[in-house]
């Protein structure tokens, strides 16, 4: 049920992926200066951040779909910033949910525990009532730089939609000259030529 958007044909994808380069990626714990950033690093602004954010903690938007595990929560659940107290800016009933679902850190918690199988924008909503799975989640709605995007596209689905695509675009554009010089372009986006 999500938007469509072209994609740009002849990128170069690498031949071979590391997981040390996952790190180079936002994990999900940083303030919404470190992720802004971050993304304009890479040439993306303030509304990319809101729109996308969030996927491995890139594509924050996107996660009105999908799922994140029980141990990324963790410390929010139990121990935030040392305290020994859960994340005060989880709603309680939010909160006695996510400890009953995650009593093991190997389940899974969908990342819009509204409408976990529709691309909608009940994510924002969510944010609204302090129901961000992921710190970096809920804090676009309390940074004086994000929250009125947020707020935005909570109440305009055809805005998310549209800027989704669009930004969608703008992060599939963003190259790694390593994969240009070594990369190719693939006959089946799912896996390399040879």
Same mark, same amino acid.
């Not at 935005?152 to 689905?157: N, P, R």
């Given at each position: 049920?999500?938007?469509f958007w072209a994609i740009p044909f002849g990128r170069k994808d690498g031949r071979v992926s590391l997981a040390k380069e996952a790190a180079a990626v936002p994990m999900g714990r940083e303030s919404i200066t470190q992720l802004i950033e971050f993304f304009q690093s890479k040439g993306l602004n303030v509304l990319d951040l809101v729109v996308l954010s969030d996927k491995t903690n890139w594509f924050v938007g996107a996660h009105t779909i999908g799922r994140s595990s029980c141990e990324s929560l963790q410390y929010r659940l139990y121990d935030y910033k040392g305290t020994k107290k859960p994340d005060p800016s989880i709603n309680p009933e939010y909160l006695n949910y =996510?400890?009953?679902?995650?009593?093991?850190?190997?389940? !899974?918690?969908? =990342?819009?525990?509204t409408?976990? !199988?529709k691309f909608d924008t009940q994510y924002y909503h969510n944010l609204k009532k302090k129901m961000g799975l992921l710190s970096t989640d809920q804090l676009l709605y309390s940074d004086s730089r994000?929250?009125?995007i947020a707020d935005?596209?909570?109440?305009?689905?055809s805005l998310f939609s549209n800027q989704f695509g669009v930004s969608m675009v703008k992060l599939a554009n963003i190259l790694d000259f390593k994969s240009q010089d070594n990369g190719e372009i693939r006959i089946n986006c799912n896996r390399v030529n040879y």
């Open positions: 049920g999500g938007p =996510l400890r009953r679902k995650c009593r093991w850190a190997s389940e !899974n918690v969908y =990342l819009d525990a409408s976990p !199988n994000t929250k009125p935005a596209l909570s109440f305009q689905s």
